[in-house]
């Protein structure tokens, strides 16, 4: 029988990739999510990828009576972990809103987790590895400590799991620790949709190119790196979400090697901000506003990922090039304004 796998923060960027990637692997998903941070778009171009209406629940993981109710409905075998708070700035700002919100949600999906024997993968992040010696990063490579609240509830989450995992016996758990998610999927139906001004490079330059925005400031053409804008590791979403499917199935059938284990997800290929730029125009044939600004504060010059470990173990790797990707980020946000 097919195994059923929860999604909470299913209706979000990485969540709703993540769902049609299972889905079409053969599990059963069930999405949870409060909408606090997107509306129906990507639901909705879900079950229009997948032909089919998926389960939803609306509902907020911090509420342990929900969490119970979620569980007794729908049994699942495995719980992926997106639905958090995500913005570094306001993260500072507020760390109050992002420590209860981030924390309280994966205590009670332990909580839970521990009652019913199951399965979690937490999607973490590189911000754990900070401003790193030397890149490419691998998983033994020391975190450092967070530079924001929200970089904090990684770290923080991560080693909840890592707890809960050594001390409750049938819990078993992954952390993905992604590098820079972008792109779409390649139906252009669902995708990124930032609220407000973007904080994120790739929506940045698309809504530029739209003409939503009037310039891109690149933050810093001074590092020490071969043209003086910062490196990093881009991941195409759909690769991403692949990675996902391979975890879960490495979960349920049997074959961790250690009862928590976490992999790198990226495609351990440094690209600099200007590169990123001139490759976007090249491949989609448009010329694209832009000007260098000073630095951003909190940015780490250099991070990319080794991910062996994710290639040999995971039987996973990333497929797909960066034009690839900067292609499909554009044909979705010309859809958006259609
Ligand atoms: N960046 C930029 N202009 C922007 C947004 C981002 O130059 O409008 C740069 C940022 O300084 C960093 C890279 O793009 O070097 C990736 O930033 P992003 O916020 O997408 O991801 P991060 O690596 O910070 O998680």
Same mark, same amino acid.
């Given at each position: 029988?097919?195994?059923?796998?929860?999604?909470?923060?299913?209706?979000?960027?990485?969540?709703?990739?993540?769902?049609?990637?299972?889905?079409?692997?053969?599990?059963?998903?069930?999405?949870?999510?409060?909408?606090?941070?997107?509306?129906?778009?990507?639901?909705?171009?879900?079950?229009?990828?997948?032909?089919?209406?998926?389960?939803?629940?609306?509902?907020?993981?911090?509420?342990?009576?929900?969490?119970?109710?979620?569980?007794?409905?729908?049994?699942?075998?495995?719980?992926?972990?997106?639905?958090?708070?995500?913005?570094?700035?306001?993260?500072?700002?507020?760390?109050?809103?992002?420590?209860?919100?981030?924390?309280?949600?994966?205590?009670?999906?332990?909580?839970?987790?521990?009652?019913?024997?199951?399965?979690?993968?937490?999607?973490?992040?590189?911000?754990?590895?900070?401003?790193?010696?030397?890149?490419?990063?691998?998983? +033994?490579?020391?975190? +450092?400590?967070?530079?924001?609240?929200?970089?904090?509830?990684?770290?923080?989450?991560?080693?909840?799991?890592?707890?809960?995992?050594?001390?409750?016996?049938?819990?078993?758990?992954?952390?993905?620790?992604?590098?820079?998610?972008?792109?779409?999927?390649?139906?252009?139906?669902?995708?990124?949709?930032?609220?407000?001004?973007?904080?994120?490079?790739?929506?940045?330059?698309?809504?530029?190119?739209?003409?939503?925005?009037?310039?891109?400031?690149?933050?810093?053409?001074?590092?020490?790196?071969?043209?003086?804008?910062?490196?990093?590791?881009?991941?195409?979403?759909?690769?991403?979400?692949?990675?996902?499917?391979?975890?879960?199935?490495?979960?349920?059938?049997?074959?961790?090697?250690?009862?928590?284990?976490?992999?790198?997800?990226?495609?351990?290929?440094?690209?600099?901000?200007?590169?990123?730029?001139?490759?976007?125009?090249?491949?989609?044939?448009?010329?694209?506003?832009?000007?260098?600004?000073?630095?951003?504060?909190?940015?780490?010059?250099?991070?990319?990922?080794?991910?062996?470990?994710?290639?040999?173990?995971?039987?996973?790797?990333?497929?797909?090039?960066?034009? +690839?990707?900067?292609?499909?980020?554009?044909?979705?946000?010309?859809?958006?304004?259609?």
């Amino acid at each position: 029988m097919a195994k059923t796998i929860l999604v909470s923060g299913g209706a979000g960027f990485i969540g709703s990739h993540v769902t049609v990637e299972l889905t079409q692997a053969g599990y059963n998903v069930v999405i949870a999510d409060n909408f606090s941070n997107c509306d129906r778009t990507n639901y909705n171009g879900v079950c229009t990828i997948l032909g089919k209406k998926l389960p939803l629940v609306e509902m907020d993981f911090c509420d342990m009576e929900a969490v119970r109710s979620l569980w007794k409905e729908y049994k699942p075998d495995a719980v992926i972990h997106f639905a958090a708070f995500k913005a570094v700035g306001e993260s500072v700002e507020d760390p109050l809103k992002y420590y209860r919100n981030n924390l309280e949600s994966f205590l009670n999906i332990l909580q839970i987790t521990r009652e019913k024997s199951c399965n979690v993968l937490f999607s973490s992040s590189a911000t754990v590895y900070g401003e790193p010696e030397k890149s490419p990063v691998t998983e +033994q490579s020391p975190r +450092q400590s967070a530079t924001s609240p929200y970089g904090n509830t990684k770290q923080m989450c991560e080693d909840f799991l890592r707890d809960c995992v050594k001390a409750y016996e049938g819990v078993r758990g992954i952390a993905l620790r992604y590098f820079n998610p972008i792109g779409a999927h390649p139906s252009a139906l669902i995708g990124e949709l930032p609220r407000g001004v973007p904080n994120n490079l790739v929506p940045y330059i698309t809504q530029t190119a739209i003409g939503k925005r009037e310039c891109l400031s690149i933050f810093g053409n001074d590092y020490p790196t071969e043209d003086g804008t910062c490196l990093r590791d881009y991941i195409d979403i759909v690769d991403l979400a692949r990675a996902h499917v391979c975890a879960v199935a490495r979960m349920l059938d049997g074959k961790m090697k250690e009862p928590y284990e976490i992999f790198n997800v990226g495609t351990g290929r440094p690209v600099s901000v200007l590169e990123l730029v001139k490759a976007f125009e090249k491949v989609n044939g448009l010329k694209l506003n832009y000007r260098f600004a000073p630095r951003r504060s909190g940015d780490v010059v250099a991070i990319w990922a080794d991910p062996a470990r994710a290639n040999e173990e995971l039987g996973w790797k990333a497929t797909r090039t960066v034009e +690839q990707t900067l292609a499909a980020a554009w044909a979705w946000e010309k859809k958006l304004s259609e």
